[in-house]
Nanobody, 123 residues
Framework: QVQPEESGGGLVQAGGSLRLSCVVPGRTFSSYTMGWFRQAPGKERDFVAT????????SYADSVKGRFTISRDNAKNSVYLQMNSLKPEDTAVYYC????????????????WGQGTQVTVSS
């Protein structure tokens, strides 16, 4: 069973930074497209960022473009989300997910999901 494990969430003031990490144990990490999604209270889960298997292609939601950076280290079975210039509207539970498809923003194409990590941005 592939089970992503997120870490790095917390409470930060507006304008601050956080770095989320996600580890996917096993020998198949380098074959997965990886993505980050988020879900705020009372809202649907939204796409944040995705990265191709090699790390050479990335895509971002317009709301985070220029502030967030997704990266991966296949040797460490890990994907990261560097979040800068955080805003209160970035407050959400952030989920890491793995897909067997090519780079995609569609949550339905991600088969494996972590439990999520809470990010709270105070104003």
């Amino acid at each position: 069973q592939v089970q992503p494990e997120e870490s790095g969430g917390g409470l930060v003031q507006a304008g601050g930074s956080l770095r989320l990490s996600c580890v996917v144990p096993g020998r198949t990490f380098s074959s997965y497209t990886m993505g980050w999604f988020r879900q705020a209270p009372g809202k649907e889960r939204d796409f944040v960022a995705t990265i191709s298997v090699s790390g050479g292609i990335t895509s971002y939601a317009d709301s985070v473009k220029g502030r967030f950076t997704i990266s991966r280290d296949n040797a460490k079975n890990s994907v990261y989300l560097q979040m800068n210039s955080l805003k209160p509207e970035d407050t959400a539970v952030y989920y890491c997910a793995a897909s067997v498809y090519g780079i995609t923003r569609t949550s339905e194409r991600y088969k494996y999901w972590g439990q999520g990590t809470q990010v709270t941005v105070s104003s």
